[in-house]
T-cell receptor, first 112, second 113 residues
Framework: EDKVVQSPLSLVVHEGDTVTLNCSYE??????LLWYKQEKKAPTFLFML????IEKKSGRLSSILDKKELFSILNITATQTGDSAIYLC????????????FGQGTTLQVKP | DTGVSQDPRHKITKRGQNVTFRCDPI?????LYWYRQTLGQGPEFLTY????????KSRLLSDRFSAERPKGSFSTLEIQRTEQGDSAMYLC???????????FGAGTRLSVL
């Protein structure tokens, strides 16, 4: 059965800290891995990763994929209180539907 | 591009009642997905449409659940004879094609009393 596992499940840091969120997966016919940020509204898209070793960056956020070891990390540097959210990792794999298989999410709280 | 919109945002119902949710995808997006998210969990796939055709349904989708996408535009998800276990956030997402980014709506939070 396809599976996506995120760690840690929750994290509390102070503003200015750097955090690393982890996502590992076991799926059939991997196609892509996506990161979303979810506050009290729609999950918003952060990154889509398809190739190993190519870092994607957007401001203070960056992500990389390792298809050999079957994991991805999401880094956030110089965290701000506005980074407080649930971070979801999802994998598209296998069937032709394009459906996403999500991990449980990592709840990040950034304290002032 | 107005994004994916869902209506209502919140629904409170009594056990045994029927409820219907609506999703309006981003225009020109062929694919539409429904997911369900319970507290502390990531979203779980329910069903998928390509244009007006419903091409896959999860085993999570019991006979009480039905979804439609007439004319390949908006979609509705109906739950008949609601149960307390149906309480969850129901998320809709759309994408242009397979392998493209799925954009999510804000969801409909269902509470079954």
């Amino acid at each position: 059965e396809d599976k996506v596992v995120q760690s840690p499940l929750s994290l509390v840091v102070h503003e200015g800290d750097t955090v690393t969120l982890n996502c590992s997966y076991e799926v059939t016919n991997f196609r892509s891995l996506l990161w979303y940020k979810q506050e009290k509204k729609a999950p918003t898209f952060l990154f889509m990763l398809t190739s190993s070793g190519i870092e994607k960056k957007s401001g203070r956020l960056s992500s990389i994929l390792d298809k050999k070891e079957l994991f991805s990390i999401l880094n956030i540097t110089a965290t701000q209180t506005g980074d407080s959210a649930i971070y979801l990792c999802a994998v598209e794999a296998g069937s032709n539907t394009g459906k996403l298989i999500f991990g449980q999410g990592t709840t990040l709280q950034v304290k002032p | 591009d107005t994004g994916v919109s869902q209506d209502p945002r919140h629904k409170i119902t009594k056990r045994g009642q029927n409820v219907t949710f609506r999703c309006d995808p981003i225009s020109e997006h062929n694919r539409l997905y429904w997911y369900r998210q319970t507290l502390g969990q990531g979203p779980e796939f329910l069903t998928y449409f390509q244009n007006e055709a419903q091409l896959e349904k999860s085993r999570l989708l019991s006979d009480r659940f039905s979804a439609e996408r007439p004319k390949g535009s908006f979609s509705t998800l109906e739950i008949q004879r609601t149960e307390q276990g149906d309480s969850a956030m129901y998320l809709c997402a759309s994408s242009r094609d397979r392998g493209n980014i799925q954009y999510f709506g804000a969801g409909t939070r269902l509470s079954v009393l």
